[in-house]
């Protein structure tokens, strides 16, 4: 039988109590998401539960009125030792499962299928599943989708845990500013790390890096990035710049990258993405009608011995590739800023990449440094990546960093930057 070794366990009950899920009401926040599942599957029965040390709490439930279970192996016990989704065409002839009382006693489960809830950092919290009164079967294609939608859900987590964390870093950083601990400069950076992802996934064959470098004010910016998966062999990438500063853009910052995630998930073509991110800050534009970004997505996929990058972009600094043999080209073409307008425009651009490409995302504060009585601007970012030499990502990153420092350039925004770099076919 599947066990976690006691040290793998108490990691993953460490996390189960850091995101704060087991005891507190259910807001509804993933309803949706249940109901969704149910109507997609044609199921009765949708949850999604958080497995505890001695128990499972169900934190959303459609099709059933329970809240808690004995942690019983068979069914979402059994589900978060493995990697990969777990499905059960007939729980009753499953020697570990047909003894678990949902299966012995009511509601008597015959289907059931969960995909983990997979945080970040490799643990499994929970599981989203799907249950039927009735043996049945579900074919790959879907088993992908229930993956995906168990995805959405930990995106979800991770927003409220964020957001949460958010709040009480602010809270306890102003309150050191009052008291001289930190200047304001220091906390404006501090929160606008919190907003960035606190590591970037592992690509197998190709390399990723992120710099973030605030201009130093005491205003928190609203520049971003974010690397996270899809599905199997893809990837999103992105990075943009919200509107203004302070947390109004902290807001939007948010807002911004949880809706790109969400919107990826259901839509391949990052076109379409950018089309669902607009009509979303569209919907909440603020009072002042200025929830507005600018952004650069991409989907990166690994397929037949290269990487295939789609990448859309709305009213951004366009992503950079430079070739192995030193040539450089944009990979995008301009469109419409995010949250702006509802008629905006994106297209869509596609590039296959060999070992030794690399794409530069970046920021128009790159761009926009001051260089004497002149900015920066787009051919001098060129050129560093042209004469870069051949290597990691981050040392593409030091390459442009040492031409800013070379052109004296001054910052006059917050800069983030984001590359990637193939190393070996897939």
């Given at each position: 039988m599947l066990s976690l070794s006691p040290s793998r366990e108490a990691e993953r009950l460490a996390a189960v109590h850091r995101y704060d899920v087991l005891d507190t009401p259910a807001d509804?926040?993933?309803?949706?998401?249940?109901?969704?599942?149910?109507?997609?599957?044609?199921?009765?029965?949708?949850?999604?539960?958080?497995?505890?040390?001695?128990?499972?709490?169900?934190?959303?439930?459609?099709?059933?009125?329970?809240?808690?279970?004995?942690?019983?192996?068979?069914?979402?016990?059994?589900?978060?030792?493995?990697?990969?989704?777990?499905?059960?065409?007939?729980?009753?002839?499953?020697?570990?499962?047909?003894?678990?009382?949902?299966?012995?006693?009511?509601?008597?489960?015959?289907?059931?299928?969960?995909?983990?809830?997979?945080?970040?950092?490799?643990?499994?919290?929970?599981?989203?599943?799907?249950?039927?009164?009735?043996?049945?079967?579900?074919?790959?294609?879907?088993?992908?989708?229930?993956?995906?939608?168990?995805?959405?859900?930990?995106?979800?987590?991770?927003?409220?845990?964020?957001?949460?964390?958010?709040?009480?870093?602010?809270?306890?950083?102003?309150?050191?500013?009052?008291?001289?601990?930190?200047?304001?400069?220091?906390?404006?950076?501090?929160?606008?790390?919190?907003?960035?992802?606190?590591?970037?996934?592992?690509?197998?064959?190709?390399?990723?890096?992120?710099?973030?470098?605030?201009?130093?004010?005491?205003?928190?910016?609203?520049?971003?990035?974010?690397?996270f998966p899809l599905r199997r062999n893809v990837w999103g990438v992105a990075v943009g710049d919200v509107c203004g500063k302070g947390p109004e853009a902290a807001a939007i910052t948010t807002a911004a990258r949880y809706a790109l995630r969400a919107a990826a998930i259901?839509?391949?073509?990052?076109?379409?993405?950018?089309?669902?991110?607009?009509?979303?800050?569209?919907?909440?534009?603020?009072?002042?009608?200025?929830?507005?970004?600018?952004v650069a997505f991409g989907r990166l996929r690994a397929s037949q011995g290269s990487f295939r990058l789609t990448v859309s972009c709305g009213g951004h600094p366009l992503p950079l590739l430079r070739r192995r043999d030193g040539t450089v080209e944009a990979v995008a073409v301009p469109g419409t800023a995010v949250g702006l307008v509802e008629e905006a425009r994106f297209a869509d651009r596609r590039a296959r990449l060999e070992p030794g490409d690399a794409v530069l995302f970046f920021t128009d504060g790159l761009t926009e440094l001051r260089v004497g009585g002149e900015l920066f601007g787009t051919d001098r970012v060129v050129r560093a990546l042209a004469d870069a030499p051949p290597g990691d990502a981050a040392g593409l990153l030091d390459a442009v960093e040492a031409a800013v420092a070379a052109s004296g350039g001054r910052q006059a925004d917050d800069i983030a930057m984001l590359a990637l770099v193939v190393r070996d076919a897939p």
């Open positions: 509804g926040t993933f309803d949706r998401i249940t109901a969704l599942a149910a109507s997609v599957f044609d199921v009765p029965i949708a949850i999604v539960t958080v497995v505890d040390e001695d128990r499972i709490r169900f934190h959303s439930a459609h099709g059933v009125a329970v809240t808690d279970v004995p942690r019983e192996p068979g069914l979402c016990a059994s589900a978060i030792l493995r990697d990969e989704p777990y499905v059960l065409d007939d729980a009753t002839v499953d020697p570990v499962a047909r003894h678990n009382s949902l299966v012995a006693g009511e509601p008597r489960l015959r289907f059931y299928a969960a995909a983990p809830l997979t945080t970040s950092d490799g643990l499994n919290l929970g599981t989203l599943c799907i249950a039927d009164h009735e043996p049945r079967s579900i074919t790959p294609a879907q088993v992908e989708v229930l993956s995906q939608l168990a995805a959405l859900v930990v995106d979800g987590l991770e927003l409220r845990l964020s957001a949460r964390a958010f709040v009480a870093w602010e809270s306890d950083l102003r309150r050191s500013a009052e008291h001289g601990q930190r200047s304001a400069e220091e906390l404006a950076v501090a929160l606008q790390r919190a907003l960035l992802p606190p590591a970037l996934p592992v690509i197998p064959g190709v390399d990723v890096a992120a710099r973030y470098r605030p201009m130093g004010s005491a205003d928190i910016g609203g520049d971003f990035y974010d690397v259901d839509h391949a073509e990052p076109r379409r993405v950018l089309d669902l991110v607009n009509e979303a800050l569209l919907l909440d534009d603020g009072d002042d009608g200025m929830r507005f970004c600018t």
